[in-house]
């Protein structure tokens, strides 16, 4: 097993592929990554199902017998059909590891992003369809994706929280998460079984950052890491609440923090920084292979390099302020942007399917 990728899971970092397709799961170089580099789950997208479906003749023939469908149906055919059997390849890990991990996420539709009861409908739908216990639904952090976290989670469903980009939406999507496990258990579902992860990017915000700030500046490349920093100090100071001790001593589980979109942009910036500058206890970092290659060949093990970091995050967020870099403009700007990048992303997944059905 890898050294780097096998150190930080010692130190309590998960480590997800951010990748599914039926050629990983045919092929076996998924359960190669299971049992080489430390992997214990998976999550997709749209654009991760737009690119595994779009570009392999694995899915052709399925395609084919069910061209008869609506375009929808035979994507969802797809997509779970991929995710359950990612479920059952996972489902040892999922075992050993107190339930914690093996999971694999599926996402709803993104066209429903500021849709609360569609995006609830489809995600009791999914649940129910793909029926295994180490799934996840991923719901965005929309403002109308909130109320659905909630809900969700009231209905025992575990969900994966996606595309959070600021430290105060996490905590809405914190308070979300308690607000569904209250829910839960006034409908007598016993929390233990309930699980979530919150989806924080990284790499988005500084490729957004770096526009605003001069080729000379040294605060290039660091507004996503303290950024990171902060959410993660959040998530401590939400576990040490009145709230969450009452909900953790009737079986609540943490709500993790998963860094995603942790492949580095810039060539010029180390490929492995948003992995091990990013090591705390209880985190979850879902990476492209290619950032999971980089790890197992260059990374530097450290320990935790978050909770040591604190003051110099916060540093670094105030310096970018007086540089003026409005960090909540920006953030606000990637949600909105992550939710159009998805939608077309699934759009182009449609029109894929549609050429195939048609032939």
């Known amino acids: 097993m890898n050294k780097s990728l096998a150190e930080i899971s010692s130190a309590g970092v998960s480590v997800w592929l951010d990748d599914l397709s039926r050629a990983r799961l045919s092929n076996g170089s998924l359960q190669k990554l299971i049992s080489e580099d430390s992997v214990v789950g998976v999550t997709t997208n749209p654009s991760i199902f737009n690119a595994a479906i779009g570009n392999s003749d694995l ?20 997509t779970c059909s991929d995710v359950s059997a990612a479920c059952d390849l996972f ?41 295994k216990p180490n799934l996840l639904i991923k719901v965005p952090a929309t403002a109308e994706g909130l109320p659905a976290i909630t809900q969700l989670i009231g209905k025992g469903i575990s969900v994966n929280v996606t595309l959070i980009f600021s430290v105060s939406r996490y905590r809405q999507v914190l308070n979300a998460y308690a607000e569904g496990l209250k829910l839960a258990q006034t409908s007598g579902i016993d929390l233990k079984n ?48 009145a709230q969450w001790k009452e909900l953790e001593k009737v079986g609540a589980n943490l709500q993790r923090p998963l860094w995603a979109s942790t492949g580095v942009k810039d060539p010029a910036y180390d490929p492995t920084r948003y992995v091990m500058q990013l090591v705390a206890n209880n985190t979850v970092n879902t990476m492209p292979e290619v950032t999971l290659k980089a790890v197992r060949e260059n990374g530097i093990y450290t320990g935790d390099t978050i909770t040591k970091n604190y003051q110099s995050a ?11 870099v409005d960090l909540d403009r920006i953030t606000q700007h990637l949600e909105e942007d992550g939710v159009i990048k998805f939608e077309f992303a699934w759009l182009e997944l449609i029109d894929s399917v549609k050429t195939v059905a048609s032939k």
């Open 194 to 241: 309930i699980f979530s992860v919150a989806s924080f990017f990284i790499s988005r915000i500084d490729t957004e950052v770096d526009k605003a700030l001069p080729n000379d500046s040294d605060l290039r490349g660091t507004a996503a890491i303290a950024n990171a920093v902060i959410a993660y100090q959040s998530f401590m100071e939400f576990i040490s609440t």
């Open 91 to 131: 489902m040892p890990i999922y075992e050993r590891s107190d339930h914690q991990d093996g999971r694999i996420s599926i996402e709803v539709d993104p066209r429903f992003a500021h849709d609360t009861n569609s995006t609830v409908a489809q995600g009791i739908s999914l649940w129910n369809k793909i029926n």
């Open 314 to 324: 916060k540093a670094t967020l105030a310096k970018l302020a007086l540089a003026g």
């Open 59 to 78: 899915y052709a023939p399925d395609i084919k017998k069910m061209k008869d469908l609506e375009v929808d149906q035979i994507i969802t055919e797809l």
